[in-house]
Structure formats: structure tokens, C-alpha cells
């Protein structure tokens, strides 16, 4: 019990320092646009060289055409396949592409393993069910298990070797970097080691998933921690998922913020609209820099600053 | 080189010797062994220089100790403000990412043109100043930051540290060409940009060029060139005199049009360095029957604003005015001229600080003057600009505001000559005078931007006209008076003009050279006028 125990603590911190990354953003107040071109929700004509809505003559009297379907097009492989690395640094590329793909496989087989829990669940548990669903499952299972384990190894042992070698890494590293990525290997290595070793179809994988549902109930008499390398995945999987929101590698999803929140908003101030109002309450707020010129005095808002001329020296 | 080697002492922490610079091709090979003059012992004596071999602010040395802490404590208290909405609401959120999400992964660096002309220094990494903030702000002001330092990067924090990455803020162009390439989205420019604005806002240490000479005089002259109202109309005045006199077109200069549809507003530094650029605008202006003025109130004459690169509290000042002008003006939009940081500062940043009536449409000259090309209205003989001619993209108007074709479309019909530069739009090289180095050239700061702010732009340049005579004229067009003005001091530098027969304009000089109501020709190449009667 202690392994589900683990796990539901550290599912729990995922999901609260997650929740608390995501609220953090969408609290901080608007800022002003500091967008990149090319934004990729422009027109297909328009993204394709990097042009914007500003080309148009008077582009305030026009709407605003925007494309989720180029959006789309562009994130799906930036995220699957890191395009972007590609593009710009692909001797890395070649390292970091099966790291992260790996990790995807694993985000991708924890689902699966869930959705098996499920299929065992609505049918006549404790007797195994069978049918073509439950048998593309279990295929599914070691096919993104498999391939997910030993491309993640090969990208955490790959960055390792990289971050270590390359001076241009190496003098920039601290050693939680290090700490980071031997931790992820040690999840890959440990899983790996178990599916060789013990459980080359994920029989335990499949039964702890089970038991993580159902508060610890047996599955094929599967009991977590019956091989020391499987105990040690379950251990580093259960940790690095409270890990990994707390540390810079929350940019899986943080992307979303880097990307829409700043590099891609290009969202117009319109008078009487949202934004605007938001721009008034912003510019009621009261700076406090201490530069003469700035003269502020904790008193004066950011309306009656920017309506000033600067302090006389 | 690490980051922590910015606290420890040396003299000079970062030297370039001769023949480490990136190298140039013939005729050009004999600047490969030349690197930046030494700075003046004397004219420094007092100041702090132990970074590298320029400098751009000239911090004065602390007096004692006690002054040393004192300016350290208030480092300190200037960097928890940037994390603070009520000091920041401005880019709080862009910072917050940028600064926790960075994976080291130095792909960056190889976008980032100084580090890579700079025979690859690793101070001028983009990602080496942006770590330094992260490490400094982590030990310093987070909680148990000096026992997690150890663990997550560590730096002493001295005056020496603060007064490098002081003068480090300003050996970035902010052209975000890095921020573009990171896989993450993290912004390291931004953190530059971060960086000048705790030593302005809250020490009160910027560039003379940018602050004093710049912000200061524009609000409280009327320009950061110096020139009040009377001076900029007798200025124009002279413009207009001077077309008549260069093309034989008689143009006049609106001023002060209550009601215009247009409120043209010029980069002032186009009236002394480049009448030409004012006159051709007001030409096409006029020959295009456009309802236009310029303002003749103080500020509203000049459309630069300096502290979109340094100071948060001088760019909304500036900003405030110029939407202010023109909502008094009652014209119907404000077109930006040949301008790029002036495009960007009013149309895209300040977009979220005007409110109401101040919130005046805003337009790009580039889209103005296409709208006008292709209308018909003109009628343009192409071959009077029968010469090579390349475009440089203004990082301002094309990566930050995606204002990329119509300067393009615009040449495509009146050049024949024109070529690209590699790579070009989006992905450009900045002209090496950013963030306000065309106009900072204290000490021996013009011969770092020229040996290695400029060099990407100057071998984008040369090899955009590979293969044309070195005797045939060469045309860069570069419609921002800021990249101009770093255009224009390379080919001085590189004897440009003498080696390769290297010019340099704007867009809108192009384009009335090509139209057939003028009898003269606008462009000349040194004495040589660039199609004959």
C-alpha cells in the first residue's frame, strides 16, 4: 500500500502545483504586447513569411482574421516533434527529439494503462476480460511502452553525455541540471530494466494502474515492488511527477503561456473592450522606483506619471 | 567562461585579440587583424571598465565601501520591483516565464549575431546576462536562495557584478533574433531589455545617449536631437527649398492641419542627417493628394521614444504625448515614417497604455505608401532605378510588428535591381545599431558596434551584391533612420563606398527617383546622378 500511497501524494502535488503554476498566470495583470513575428494564428498567406494585420491599410476598421487551423498545423509538430530544435540546433535535436518523444510515449502509455483499469473495471472484475478492445490495449501498452522506454533512455543518457562534455553546456550547468536529467533517467532505466528482466508485456504496469484506481485492489496477483527495478520505476515515476511542475521543466506545459500569452499576442486594445479596462486599472497602480526622474512617490499612479513630465534633476 | 565569473576581479574580462573576429571577405581582409582601440586611460580613470574593451554607460566607481553596499542594496531593491505588478504590471508576465523556463540549451546563442561576430565571447551569449539575473535573483530574493544556490547555479553579488551587467545590458541589440529560435519561447532579450530598466527606473543609470540627450531633452526640448519647434520648421523649410532645388518638383509642408486625415510623424533625426527622407515623403505625399500634416509641438515633431529600450516610465511619457497630439490635432490616424523603433513603440507597445481618445489609429508609412503605389495615382518609370538594390528589414517593423511585404511589393515595381539579403523578413540580422546604438558612440563604443555590433550586416550586405562590378553603384535600402545611421557608419568605417560603391536611403527616396513628374534625379551616387534627363 505504501507504493499507492506514494503515488496518490505525488499525483496530488502534481495536480496542486500545477493548478498553481496555471492560476499564477492568469492572475498577473495584462501586459503590454511583446509579440514575435511569425505568429502562427495569422492567415495561411500572412504566417507563411511572417506578416501581420498591421499590413493591411487601416487594419482598425477591418476584423481580425485568425486561423486555429494554421495555429494547429504549426504546434502539433512543435510539440510532437520539437521542429523548432530541428530548425536551429539539430546536433541537439538529435538528442532531445527522443527524450521528450519518449516522455510523450510515457504520457501516452499512463493513459492507456488508465483506460485498461478502466475496460477491467466495467467488465466482470476479478475475471479477466478478453474481446479485440482489451487486446488492442495490451498491444498499444507495449508497443508505446517499449519504444518509449528505450528512446527516453537514449535521450536522458544522450543529454547527460552532452550537458557533460560540451563546454558550451557544461560551464552554464548547476548541478540541479544534472540532478534533473539522471533523475528522469532513472525512471527509464529502472523501467526498462523491469520489462527486460520481469515483465517484458507490462503485466505490472497494467495491475498497478488498476490498483492506483481502485484503492490498491489485486489484478493477475500483482503486487507493486515484486522486482527491485520495477519498484524503483514506480518510486521515480510517482516522484518526478511532483517533481517536474516545481522545477523550469514545467515548460511541457508552460509553453502554452511563452507561446500565447506573450510571443503570439497580438491582440488589439480596443476602446470600451476588455482590454482596455484592464490597461485603466493597470494604470491606476502605484510604482515605487526610486530614480529622480521616475518621481515616484508611492502616491502618484502610473496615469499621473506618464501624463508628467520627468523630475528635474 | 560561467556566469559567476562576471563577480570575480580582473581587469578585463573579456578581450578581443586580433584576428578573432569573424573575418570579411576582399577587399576587406585588411580590418581582420584591426580590434577595438584601446579606451583612453585617463578619459576612464574614474569609471568602471573591467568588462570588455568598450564601454557604453561610463559608471562612475563607487567612493568608498559604504557606497559600494549602498548601491548593491539598491540593485536589490530595483530587481524585486521588476517582480512586482505594481512596478511592472508592464512586462511582468513575459519576465516571470523567460526567467524560470530557460533550459540551457545555448540555442540562442548561435541566432544571436554579436556573439557569433564576436569570435563567439561567451559574455555576449544572450543567455549569459539573462542567467546572471536568475542566478542573483534566486540566491538573493528567493527564500532559502542562499542554501539552494549551491544546488542551482551560484554568483557573488558585488558592485563589480552590478556594474558589468550594467554595462552588459547594452552589448545586446534587443533584436530578439534569440527569442525567436528558443524552442521554449523563453525571450533573453527581454531580459536585457529587464536589466536596463532596474539601473534606469531605480538607480538612475543610463546611457547619456538614451536618457539625458534622449527621453529628458525630447519631453523637455521638444527632440532628442536638440531641436525645439523653431528649429525643426526652419528646418523644413529649408527641406522644401532643397527638393525644388534636387528633383524640380515644388513641394509644401503642412504644419499644424487641424482635421488632416494623416499626422506624419518623422524620426527628427531625418531633418538634419537626411532632409532628403522628410522632402520625398512630403513629395509623395502631395503628388498622392493625401490630406496630411506634420506638428509643429514640441515632441510631436519627432517620433522617436527612446525608452521603449530602457526605461518603461520615458516611453509612456513619450508615448502619452505623441497620442496626445494628434487626438488635439483631430486627424483621423498617425502614419509612423521611416522609423522602426518609433513604429513599434507607439503602434504595438503603447497599444496597451492608450486608453480612450487617446487611443488614436496607428499606422506603418510602409502600408501607406503602398496603398499609394498601387493606387495609379503615381506614375513611375522603373528604370530610373536601374541599379542593384537590397532591403534591410528594420527588426522593430518586421519581427516585432510583422510589417514584412508591403516595403517588398513596393520595390518589386520600382527596382528591377532588387535582391534579397540571406536570411531576410522574420529571421533578418539586426544592422548592428539597436536598442540605441546608432546614436551611442561615447568612448570607443561606435568602433565595438562597427567591429562587431555591425559585421553580420555588413557581410549580409556584401553578399547580397556577390557578383555585381565593384565599379557599378549599389543601393542598401533601409527604411529606419536608426538602421541608416549604423548603415551609414560601416561603409564609412569599411571605406565601403571607395571598395565597393556602397549607398545607402530610404524607401521613399527610391521611390520618387522613379517617378516620372520628377525632372531631376533624387539619388546620386557621390557626384554621379543616378539616371539623367
Redesign the interface.
Known amino acids: 500500500m505504501g507504493f499507492y500511497l506514494l503515488s496518490y501524494l505525488c499525483i496530488f502535488v502534481f495536480i496542486l502545483a500545477t493548478a498553481y503554476r496555471i492560476y499564477r498566470q492568469i492572475t498577473l495583470p495584462i501586459h503590454v504586447r511583446w509579440e514575435l513575428y511569425p505568429v502562427q494564428h495569422e492567415t495561411a498567406a500572412r504566417a507563411a513569411y511572417g506578416g501581420s494585420y498591421l499590413e493591411e491599410v487601416n487594419w482598425w476598421e477591418k476584423t481580425h482574421k485568425r486561423s486555429l487551423f494554421n495555429e494547429l498545423r504549426y504546434m502539433l509538430p512543435e510539440i510532437l516533434f520539437i521542429r523548432g530544435l530541428w530548425k536551429e540546433n539539430r546536433s541537439l535535436w538529435r538528442i532531445s527529439f527522443p527524450f521528450h518523444f519518449g516522455l510523450y510515449l510515457m504520457i501516452a502509455t499512463s493513459g492507456l494503462l488508465v483506460v485498461h483499469a478502466l475496460v477491467i473495471l466495467g467488465s466482470d472484475y476479478p475475471a479477466a476480460p478478453g474481446g479485440t478492445i482489451k487486446s488492442l490495449l495490451d498491444g498499444l501498452i507495449v508497443v508505446t511502452g517499449w519504444t518509449g522506454l528505450v528512446l527516453g533512455n537514449i535521450g536522458s543518457l544522450g543529454l547527460l553525455s552532452k550537458r557533460w562534455t560540451e563546454p558550451e553546456l557544461r560551464n552554464y550547468s548547476s548541478f540541479s541540471d544534472y540532478f534533473n536529467i539522471l533523475f528522469i533517467f532513472l525512471f527509464f532505466v529502472s523501467a526498462l530494466a523491469a520489462a527486460v528482466f520481469t515483465d517484458p508485456l507490462l503485466v505490472g504496469a497494467k495491475a498497478y494502474a488498476f490498483g492506483l484506481l481502485t484503492g490498491g485492489l489485486p489484478l493477475n496477483g500483482y503486487a507493486p515492488g515484486q522486482s527491485i527495478a520495477g519498484g524503483v520505476a514506480i518510486v521515480s515515476a510517482s516522484l518526478l511527477a511532483a517533481y517536474i511542475p516545481l522545477t523550469h521543466m514545467s515548460h511541457m506545459f508552460m509553453k502554452y503561456f511563452l507561446y500565447h500569452k506573450v510571443k503570439w499576442d497580438d491582440a488589439q486594445n480596443r476602446r470600451g473592450g476588455r482590454i482596455e479596462a484592464a490597461i485603466m486599472e493597470n494604470l491606476e497602480l502605484k510604482p515605487t522606483w526610486r530614480a529622480n526622474h521616475v518621481d515616484a512617490d508611492g502616491r502618484k499612479s502610473w496615469r499621473d506619471i506618464a501624463s508628467s513630465a520627468p523630475k528635474e534633476k | ?3 559567476s565569473n562576471l563577480s570575480k576581479p580582473s581587469d578585463c574580462l573579456c578581450h578581443i585579440e586580433p584576428g578573432e573576429l569573424s573575418p570579411l571577405p576582399a577587399p576587406y581582409e585588411d580590418f581582420n587583424q584591426v580590434t577595438i582601440p584601446p579606451l583612453n586611460p585617463e578619459k576612464v580613470k574614474h569609471l568602471e571598465t573591467s568588462l570588455d574593451d568598450t564601454i557604453a554607460i561610463g559608471i562612475p566607481k563607487p567612493a568608498n565601501k559604504e557606497e559600494e553596499e549602498a548601491l548593491v542594496l ?1 540593485f536589490l ?2 530587481l524585486k ?1 521588476l517582480f512586482e ?3 511592472n ?6 519576465l ?3 526567467m ?8 540562442c ?3 544571436c549575431p554579436v556573439y557569433e561576430m564576436s569570435g563567439r565571447k ?1 559574455i555576449y551569449r544572450p ?1 549569459f546576462r539573462a ?1 546572471v539575473l536568475r542566478r542573483i535573483y534566486k540566491k538573493y530574493l528567493k527564500p532559502g536562495g542562499k542554501i539552494t544556490a ?5 554568483i557573488d553579488l558585488n558592485w563589480t557584478t552590478i556594474a558589468r551587467l550594467a554595462e552588459l545590458s547594452y552589448r545586446c541589440t534587443l533584436c ?1 533574433r534569440c ?9 533573453n532579450g ?1 531580459i536585457t531589455h529587464e536589466i536596463r530598466k532596474l539601473f ?5 543609470i543610463a546611457p547619456k545617449e538614451l ?1 539625458d540627450k534622449g ?2 531633452q525630447h ?2 526640448v521638444g527632440s532628442s536631437t536638440g531641436m525645439n519647434p523653431l528649429a525643426a520648421k526652419d528646418s523644413v523649410e529649408f527641406i522644401q527649398e532643397e527638393m525644388e532645388e534636387i528633383t524640380g518638383y515644388k513641394v509644401e509642408i503642412p504644419w499644424d492641419v487641424e482635421g488632416a486625415d494623416i499626422l506624419l510623424i518623422h524620426n527628427a533625426g531625418e531633418m538634419l542627417a537626411w532632409p532628403e527622407n522628410v522632402g520625398a515623403f512630403a513629395t509623395i505625399f502631395q503628388a498622392a493628394g493625401l490630406s496630411w500634416t506634420l506638428s509643429s509641438e514640441a515632441v510631436g515633431y519627432d517620433a522617436v521614444n527612446y525608452g521603449l529600450w530602457y526605461d518603461d ?2 516611453f ?2 513619450v ?2 504625448r505623441h497620442a496626445d497630439i494628434a487626438r488635439r490635432l483631430k486627424v483621423k ?1 498617425i502614419v509612423m515614417g521611416e522609423c522602426g523603433h518609433a513604429h513599434k513603440a507607439l ?10 481618445d487617446l ?1 488614436l ?1 496607428r ?2 508609412a ?3 505608401l ?2 499609394i503605389v498601387r493606387s495609379g495615382k503615381l506614375q513611375f518609370d522603373p528604370l530610373r532605378n536601374d541599379f542593384p538594390v537590397t532591403l534591410h528589414d528594420p527588426c522593430n517593423m ?9 516595403q517588398r511589393r513596393i520595390l518589386r515595381k520600382i527596382a528591377p535591381g532588387f535582391r534579397e539579403m540571406t536570411p531576410h ?2 529571421e533578418n540580422y539586426c544592422c548592428g545599431g539597436g536598442s540605441g546604438f546608432a546614436i551611442m558612440s561615447g568612448y570607443n563604443f561606435a568602433q565595438w558596434r562597427n567591429l562587431v555590433g555591425s559585421r553580420k550586416k555588413f557581410l549580409q550586405i556584401l553578399n547580397a551584391f556577390e557578383g555585381e562590378p565593384r565599379e557599378a553603384p549599389k543601393y542598401v535600402c533601409a527604411p529606419c533612420s536608426n538602421c541608416k545611421g549604423a548603415i551609414r557608419d560601416i561603409i564609412n568605417y569599411y571605406h565601403a563606398e571607395e571598395r565597393s560603391r556602397l549607398y545607402y536611403g530610404g524607401l521613399v527616396e527610391l521611390i520618387v527617383n522613379a517617378m516620372v513628374d520628377m525632372k531631376k534625379p533624387m539619388i546620386r551616387f557621390g557626384d554621379e546622378p543616378s539616371w539623367r534627363s
Open positions: 567562461m560561467k556566469p539598491r531593491s530595483g520591483k505588478k505594481e512596478n504590471w508592464t512586462f511582468l508576465q513575459p516571470m516565464l523567460s524560470e523556463h530557460c533550459a540551457k540549451c545555448q540555442t546563442s548561435n541566432a561567451d543567455m542567467e549551491k544546488l542551482t547555479g551560484d530578439r527569442a525567436t529560435v528558443c524552442p521554449i519561447g523563453v525571450d527581454l534606469s527606473q531605480e538607480m538612475g536618457h527621453t529628458v519631453l523637455r516610465v520615458q509612456s511619457r508615448a502619452v490616424k503602434t504595438v507597445i503603447a497599444d496597451r497604455l492608450l486608453t480612450g487611443n489609429p499606422e506603418s510602409m502600408v501607406t503602398e496603398e518586421v519581427r516585432s510588428m510583422g510589417i514584412v511585404e508591403p523578413g522574420v
